[in-house]
């Protein structure tokens, strides 16, 4: 999650849609400052180059829960308010629910440090709240969806709207996830579950055509 109140910008960090990487070339752009709010922890990788990102006002709470918080969970720590989310240009990346359903699958079947593959580990449903929780408070639509499958356009859109540093190549750190072999007998996409995803995701088409 970033919020700008300087910039009137938002970005919500929708799991598995690659947001933790558009998050880190936002920071990398030169666009916020101490003043902004940012929740994103480095990517390890980060930790052993020299490059200097920007500070974190949220420190205290660096984990998963502030990363990815939803519009209305950022409006109920008191982060931003349902008037400025109708003012600002926030954003959150969509992507296709089956798809992102299969991401959230693998990733549960990563160990801790992100490396071995577990496939004993029981099969239980995602920790991933549904995407439309990250494009509505209530039933008003207040963040605007980004395609997953024009990745880098989008995060190009957003540097560029905010006034940021051009990168030449844009990073999207999903497919650790992706890439998994899934078991044998993994839990199947019922699209009865994900209804409000998947109008969601075909009105958000629909209007790209």
């Not at 400052?33 to 940012?38: A, G, K, L, R």
Request: charged content about 25%.
């Amino acid at each position: 999650m970033i919020i700008s109140h300087r910039k009137k910008f938002a970005f919500f960090a929708n799991q598995k849609t690659g947001s933790k990487a558009a998050g880190l070339m936002l920071r990398l752009s030169g666009i916020f400052n101490e003043n902004d709010i940012m929740s994103y922890q480095p990517f390890p990788a980060t930790r052993t180059v020299d490059i200097e990102l920007p500070p974190y006002n949220l420190a205290g709470q660096r984990n998963a829960s502030v990363d990815h918080f939803t519009p209305q969970k950022a409006i109920d720590a008191g982060y931003i308010t349902l008037e400025q989310l109708r003012e600002y240009d926030c954003y959150a990346f969509l992507r296709d629910p089956e798809e992102r359903f299969m991401a959230v699958r693998a990733a549960m079947q990563m160990n801790r440090n992100g490396r071995a593959f577990t496939p004993h580990r029981p099969h239980k449903p995602g920790p991933a709240p549904p995407q439309y929780t990250f494009f509505y408070v209530e039933d008003e639509q207040v963040v605007t969806p980004l395609n997953f499958n024009k990745y880098e356009e989008e995060v190009r859109m957003m540097i560029e709207k905010l006034g940021g540093y051009h990168h030449m190549d844009v990073a999207k750190i999903t497919e650790v996830y992706d890439n998994i072999e899934m078991p044998v007998t993994p839990v199947k996409f019922d699209p009865r579950h994900h209804m409000e995803d998947i109008v969601l995701y075909r009105n958000m088409i629909e209007n790209e055509q």
